[in-house]
């Protein structure tokens, strides 16, 4: 039983699983919307939340914060700082939106959009 077992682990290591979520975020803030499968846009979305309300204040800290968590990322960082974060400083949350779609033809995984909400 998986009760209280929240993390899916998308049959992946530990270190894998990070190294995947990390390369979500970091294509998910140059782009500003991506394609993926349901469940990795799901669990993509409160790291993605997090991160931008961390970049609403720019603090020295903040930007420590976040470039530890983007594999020290700086022109993601930049972007996030200057350009997401002081579009969204008065915005409490609900940065991300995640648009459902047909299912992929080859394995038949149910995609989705994630965005942000402009």
């Given at each position: 039983?998986?009760?209280?077992?929240?993390?899916?682990k998308?049959?992946?290591?530990?270190?894998?699983?990070?190294?995947?979520?990390?390369?979500?975020?970091?294509?998910?803030?140059?782009?500003?919307?991506?394609?993926?499968?349901?469940?990795?846009?799901?669990?993509?979305?409160?790291?993605?939340?997090?991160?931008?309300?961390?970049?609403?204040?720019?603090?020295?800290?903040?930007?420590?914060?976040?470039?530890?968590?983007?594999?020290?990322?700086?022109?993601?960082?930049?972007?996030?700082?200057?350009?997401?974060?002081?579009?969204?400083?008065?915005?409490?949350?609900?940065?991300?939106r995640?648009?459902?779609?047909?299912?992929?033809?080859?394995?038949?995984?149910?995609?989705?959009?994630?965005?942000?909400?402009?």
């Amino acid at each position: 039983m998986r009760h209280h077992n929240s993390v899916r682990k998308f049959g992946r290591t530990k270190n894998a699983r990070t190294a995947l979520m990390r390369g979500l975020v970091i294509s998910f803030v140059t782009h500003g919307r991506i394609t993926t499968t349901d469940a990795k846009a799901k669990e993509l979305r409160p790291m993605v939340e997090k991160i931008i309300t961390r970049s609403k204040v720019d603090t020295l800290q903040n930007r420590r914060l976040v470039l530890s968590a983007l594999y020290n990322n700086e022109l993601v960082t930049k972007k996030l700082f200057e350009e997401i974060g002081p579009a969204f400083a008065t915005r409490n949350g609900g940065y991300t939106r995640i648009y459902k779609l047909p299912r992929r033809t080859s394995d038949g995984s149910p995609m989705a959009i994630i965005e942000l909400v402009a």
